[in-house]
């Protein structure tokens, strides 16, 4: 595949090198040119200049959205992360560092407004066929829908408000939070286009109740368990109660009420891209691993784990790359924001679409260099000696 891929960064092109589908910087000859010098250069300014060094280090992505949009095929193979957004009524996907813009579909073909934010936003399967989000249709009104990018039909999955989608691996059902109550948990058959409320086969859990005392709800990263919580009311009535409780899948038969999760994590959780890491979603900067819920892995993290220690999503739209052993870089981090390119707005809601096959891909290959010392003293001092002329 011999593809020629652009980032623009301020308002001009930075060529990226497609090396067999994958674009790397690391392989180009000079990655620091012209225009990487000026984006580096509005950072240093910031840092050195004003001395404002408690702001991000911004760099501007400005997507290319194509007004004759080619439509995304379902089973086109994933050779870099994508990201979904909405725009111009429009739900589009690119790849991470903001080329090759498709459309996923319009808004009249799903039905009114997809909902991006918080522990509600797209799911695209792990087949790349469907996409399940919740929409509104009007103002105050939810529905959580399916989408079949193959067949470009929809489906209405329930009424409501849903969150927490989770799909089976091989792409025949998914899991989620939601309805009318906002709160029940299902699963959805894609074959059959049934859905299965997750219920036991009693109300009575040891004198909790399945359907009054409990909220939320998700599935644990190897697929074995359902974990429902403790609503905050009946865990201060009755002090000797555990925060969560666990089903095992897919009976729902009843397995415990137990401290699954870290006490911080009593408004639920938020799991990373990988399904190996959570944070809480009280906003607490701690993150913990699966494979031992209760210890804290490391206290830097953002909400939102991509990569652990490597990449995150904050809530304001921004994609956040730490600074990396092998990073010979003054800067901790860098923060790339997209923008769309005709309006100069910010692209601010949107989802990350990762397969299995590049979860552990380095993303570093898709993105500029962190600015080495030299590099970044190259930069201060294009600016001091600018001043003094």
């Keep these: 595949m011999n593809k020629t891929a652009k980032i623009t960064l301020g308002v001009t092109g930075l060529g990226i090198l497609s090396l067999t589908g994958l674009y790397a910087y690391k392989l180009m000859k000079d990655p620091y040119d012209d225009e990487y010098m000026?984006?580096?250069?509005?950072?240093?300014?910031?840092?050195?200049?004003?001395?404002?060094?408690?702001?991000?280090?911004?760099?501007?992505?400005?997507?290319?959205?194509?007004?004759?949009?080619?439509?995304?095929?379902?089973?086109?193979?994933?050779?870099?992360?994508?990201?979904?957004?909405?725009?111009?009524?429009?739900?589009?996907t690119m790849n991470i560092n903001g080329t090759d813009v498709r459309l996923l579909f319009t808004g009249e073909e799903i039905g009114g407004l997809p909902e991006i934010g918080g522990l509600s936003f797209p799911a695209r399967s792990p087949d790349g066929r469907y996409?399940?989000?919740?929409?509104?249709?009007?103002?105050?009104?939810?529905?959580?829908?399916?989408?079949?990018?193959k067949e470009r039909q929809k489906k209405v999955m329930v009424d409501g408000r849903c969150i927490n989608y989770d799909w089976d691996k091989n792409s025949k059902g998914v899991y989620f939070v939601g309805g009318k109550s906002w709160n029940e948990p299902f699963y959805f058959n894609v074959q059959s286009g049934l859905l299965k409320p997750l219920k036991p086969h009693t109300d009575d859990l040891g004198g909790l109740s399945y359907n009054q005392?409990?909220?939320?709800?998700?599935?644990?990263?190897?697929?074995?368990?359902?974990?429902?919580?403790?609503?905050?009311?009946?865990?201060?009535?009755n002090q000797n109660l555990k925060k969560e409780i666990l089903f095992e899948l897919p009976s729902m038969s009843y397995i415990g009420n137990q401290d699954y999760f870290p006490q911080d994590c009593f408004k639920g959780i938020r799991v990373?891209?990988?399904?190996?890491?959570?944070?809480?979603?009280?906003g607490t900067k701690n993150y913990y691993s699966f494979n031992d819920p209760k210890k804290v892995v490391s206290n830097n993290s953002e909400d939102l784990i991509i990569i652990a220690d490597k990449w995150f999503n904050l809530d304001e739209g921004i994609l956040s790359r730490l600074k990396v052993p092998g990073d010979n870089s003054p800067l901790e981090s860098i923060e790339y924001l997209y923008l769309d390119k005709k309006t100069k707005s910010r692209i601010n809601k949107y989802s990350i679409y990762i397969t299995d096959e590049i979860i552990d891909t380095d993303f570093s290959n898709f993105f500029p260099p962190m600015p080495s010392d030299e590099i970044y003293k190259k930069a201060l001092n294009i600016l001091v000696n600018k001043d003094k002329k």
């Design 213 to 237: 005392d409990l909220y939320g709800g998700l599935r644990t990263p190897d697929g074995n368990k359902f974990i429902r919580l403790v609503k905050e009311e009946v865990l201060e009535n």
């Design 272 to 282: 990373s891209i990988n399904k190996k890491f959570f944070t809480c979603s009280d």
């Design 38 to 92: 000026e984006k580096l250069k509005l950072i240093v300014e910031f840092r050195e200049i004003h001395k404002i060094k408690n702001r991000f280090n911004s760099w501007s992505i400005y997507v290319d959205i194509p007004d004759e949009i080619q439509k995304e095929n379902w089973d086109r193979p994933q050779i870099m992360p994508q990201v979904q957004f909405y725009e111009n009524r429009k739900m589009y």
């Design 131 to 149: 996409v399940v989000t919740t929409i509104q249709p009007k103002t105050f009104n939810y529905s959580c829908v399916i989408y079949d990018l």
